[in-house]
């Protein structure tokens, strides 16, 4: 079994996790968390996304978080991410001096529609404006969403997948994010894709960012990285679950990612004792559950 | 990625599953989730184990169960399964007109000091005595726990593993079972154990026995069935967790195993509603809780 000898986790929990929790949480406790995920050794944390407050009332204080957070973030190395859906939110990025932004746009043609309003060729050509307006001054990430199952049962095309991807990276993008959206894949799925765009782009082009909806992600990321695929998305404590599907898993939990890693002898630079107590400040903080293996092995997390 | 067409999977909560449960499951409760498992088309159900109603009083009414679901488990061609670690227990079973006998031995030789105080040599010595005894009358399988890592760090060499699978195979053994007694394997060690034993012995001759300890289960699924490997057993609800690590995963969970597979296109002839009914009958009866994914996903099962 040939895997990579080492492999990046980038920690999306501030982002992914945060955005869909009901109750807000105290801008104290979002700046505690960001901070000692830095010091867990991360080299890049999706720390906000840059929404508007009406439709995401958790990221209304994005900004502020991430001019706390940002001295903390350089003294650790950490590259700072952010989601943007458009101009205004790249403005506010560069404000707040970002490392690097995450647009994204889903392959379905009907969850592009539901999430954003737009044809997925609309939101290529936003993208494709953005690009042209701030590329100079911002690294630009695009993130293909549903590219591995589409929860209004739309087919996705590996072609359609490999266009977009291709969209991307003639913009000038440096990698192309591949989101399961909905934990819908599983590892023939998600082999079949990967194996075409590796073949054509590259493993280093690809960062995965896969659910646990259906307890596969850790497959799924096992049949990545046979493929030579090392970047991994991933969010402390297994948050970023649908807030309309109480108990399913959301981002497959980065201490669990870890804890496959380290027992395979794959290098990923992350301490896990410093994750562990981000992971208590979450759970003290944050009105969600903790979905994960690691956590209830580890403190005996109160189970969902 | 090459895998199977279709996987056999055995059926083991009503062993594995109940055993450790603290509080005693009615009897009528027993043989009807049985009688359900029986109806949803697995081909083998490990129903019982015939030991010592003073070490597992759970099973203190296992041959009384096993008479009460024979016909049923006949009518749907379900071969019966019981876990048994003496000749008393053979004579129980040869009484029930039980199918199939699992015989447990811990390669660690910690674990298998501390789990029926003998070494792993004097067990397999007792082991042919009991075939010597019985092998005309009864279809036994040898089943190497800790065969993929063991609680108290003993190392676990692979030609130890294959040394006690070949001593099984030459007393008339068809089927050797692997366990990840504690869940505490990843996809490369399973690989590289099974590889091994898949070279030597075939993959035909190999039943996995996975628990989901720190999520990996499915992982180290894929990482067998790559080898071809095509049994597993798992356990309806994923019960069998350690009675003592509250809310840490048991088996893995045959609805969690089944999703996967029939994701895949891998037949496996298990009615998936069926399954469901029988996961409710656990939940009705059973105290203990579910740990998976698809059944909090199917019918909302109280999260553990």
Known sequence: MKLPEKVEVIEVCPRDGFQ???????FDAKVRIIKKLAEAGFKRIEAVSFVSPKAIPQMADAKDVMLAVKETLKEHGVSSVALVPNARGVETALECGVDELTYVISVSEKHNLANVRRTPAESLEQFKALIGEYGDKMRFRLALATALGCPFGEEIRTERVAEMARFGLELGCQEIMIADTVGMSNPARTHALMSALVKEF??????????DTRGLALANTLACMELGVHKFESAAGGLGGCPFAPGAAGNVATEDVLNMMSEMGIETGI????????IELIEADVHAPIVSHMAHLYHKAPCR
Chains 1, 2 share one sequence.
């Open 202 to 211: 590259g493993a280093d082009t690809f960062v995965m960012h896969l659910h």
């Open 20 to 26: 869909n929790i009901h109750d807000l949480i105290p």
């Open 271 to 278: 301490d896990n004792d410093i994750l562990h107590e981000a």
